[in-house]
């Protein structure tokens, strides 16, 4: 009996962990969003301690902020934290191309999922714009960089790069804010295939480097130079 209850308690605790982190990552609770102890456990059905350490969780991975006197919320994004972040993924997916450039050489499984993930996006750039089409495309692009990561032989890169998804998810949103930047990452999804079936490494590295700096020059030229003063907490009407 003593044992089960913290089991339970542990259940509840990755039960409301899973769905606030699904939540902010959905862009669903937006940065700087409150959350109250009191509301949680009406929206996750969860009791307060599940409630409180699942905050815990989220705190320590960078998603929610813990403030004396004021109680949790979504942890707000930051130009800096933007550009910091975006940094830090060029240094890391560059790499984690290369290798997926030699596995995709050696190791059919990588090259066939690859080859047709190329296919969809080769497929994506004939449709008219739609939102079945923009979901295609995310779809697509989350199964291109996870088939990249899976490849790297490095499991540390792997694990870091796993830790920041998701940051970068909390972001894509913006980063196609404007209706054109699907019709050019798509171009840049093909550039990054085309480099990574062929091996070049090389070529592969600067595709990514660059599919992520013009991610991020979207995010600054649609949301931080757009109408009204949007910088700390990168969405329509935060206050600052």
Known sequence: MTTARPAVEASKTDHVHRQLKAQIESGELTPGTPLSELSLVGRTGASRTPVREALRRLAAEGLVDLVP?????????SPQGVRDLFDLRALLESEAMRQAAD?????????????????????????APSA????????LAYRFDATVVDATRNEHLRRTIADLRPHTARLRRLSHADPERIETSVVEHLRMCDAVL??????????????LAQSVRTIFAT???GPGDRSMDLQPGADQ
């Open 223 to 225: 949301v931080l130079d």
């Open 198 to 211: 062929t091996g070049d490494r090389a070529e592969a590295a600067s595709a990514c480097a660059d599919h």
């Open 132 to 139: 079945t089409r923009s979901a295609a495309f995310y779809e």
């Open 69 to 77: 006197r004021q109680g949790a919320r979504v942890s707000r994004i």
């Open 103 to 127: 596995a995709a050489q050696t190791d059919p499984r990588v090259r066939s999922t690859l080859t047709h993930l190329r296919a969809g996006f080769a497929r994506l750039q004939q449709e």
